[in-house]
């Protein structure tokens, strides 16, 4: 399979403090990787660095062939590679179908919404389908057509999770890093969310790097996990045996490791 994403030699200080310590990712295309790691081990800086929003002290990355290393966010996200983040970033004034036609770019201007529906539905670049249309087949895909009208801010905790992570698929990713996608989110609703994303890209055949701390998760929807520590890479690859790796024991799952159910041993 063809590598879509090259990050090479990846180093990053703050301070004293090295977050990204000589790290090296090739990712594959349409791949799902898993990013597992205790606090502070550096996962959200690798995400960071890939999408722009913190620039690497040295190294390189290279998407789709190209350099996208010194790129801004916004141009790493016009070529496809998006993003969700830790804490969902949402607007507590708009509701859930406000955010989609947000995200799909449409400019409400000084008439607000009525203006944006008195003026006829703009076709959204990329979609050839009007936006709201666009808005309301991704809201169904997440599940999210039930809370449409409502406000951000009264939205259940995973609901809001679904919401960021829908408002990403509206560019239409080749990469998608998810950061967190079931933090704050009960034990019970994490297997759902993550179906309901994992088909939702699958459909539009996108690769994802999901963050994730429930061994669990990572286990069942990942096929490959690279596990961080102190900035480094410790082990990279099939689940069952990065998550029996001896360090990544020792320094990411503790004793709180559920078996894996896939993948192979490493020796
Ligand atoms: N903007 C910043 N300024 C200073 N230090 C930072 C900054 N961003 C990250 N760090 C530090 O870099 C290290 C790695 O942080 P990072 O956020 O990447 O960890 P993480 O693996 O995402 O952890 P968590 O699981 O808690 O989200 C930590 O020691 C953190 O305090
Ligand atoms: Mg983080």
Redesign the pocket.
């Known amino acids: 399979m063809a590598v879509i994403l090259d990050a090479r030699n990846l180093e990053k200080r ?1 301070g004293a ?1 090295t ?1 990204a310590n000589c790290v090296n990712a090739a990712i594959e295309a349409d791949s799902v990787v898993g990013l597992i ?10 995400i960071n660095m890939i999408t722009g929003y913190l620039k690497p002290d040295s190294g390189s990355i290279h998407f789709g062939g190209n350099d996208i290393t010194k790129l801004a966010p916004r141009d790493i996200t016009r070529l496809g590679i998006c993003r969700s983040f ?1 804490i969902p970033q949402l607007y507590s004034s708009l509701t859930v179908f406000e955010h989609m036609l947000m995200g799909l770019g449409v400019v409400l201007g000084n008439a607000g919404l009525g203006g944006f529906f008195s003026s006829g539905e703009p076709l959204v670049p990329g979609h050839h389908a009007p936006a709201g249309e666009v808005a309301e087949r991704i809201l169904e895909r997440f599940g999210l057509s039930e809370y449409r009208d409502r406000n951000a801010q009264v939205l259940p905790g995973g609901v809001r999770k679904l919401l960021d992570i829908a408002l990403t698929m509206v560019a239409k990713p080749k990469i998608l890093l998810l950061d ?1 996608p079931t933090s704050g989110v009960s034990a019970s609703e994490k297997f759902g969310i993550m179906s309901m994303v994992m088909e939702a890209v699958k459909a539009e055949g996108a690769t994802v790097l999901f ?1 994730e701390h429930d061994m669990e998760v990572v286990s069942r929807f990942a096929g490959r996990v690279m596990a ?1 520590y102190d ?1 480094r890479i410790i082990a990279d690859g099939v689940p069952g045996a990065v998550l029996e790796d001896p360090e990544v024991k020792r320094y990411v799952v503790g004793g709180a490791l559920h078996k894996p159910d896939t993948g192979g041993a490493r020796a």
């Open positions: 703050f403090v977050a790691g205790t606090n502070g081990a550096g996962k959200t800086t690798f830790q967190e963050v961080f900035g």
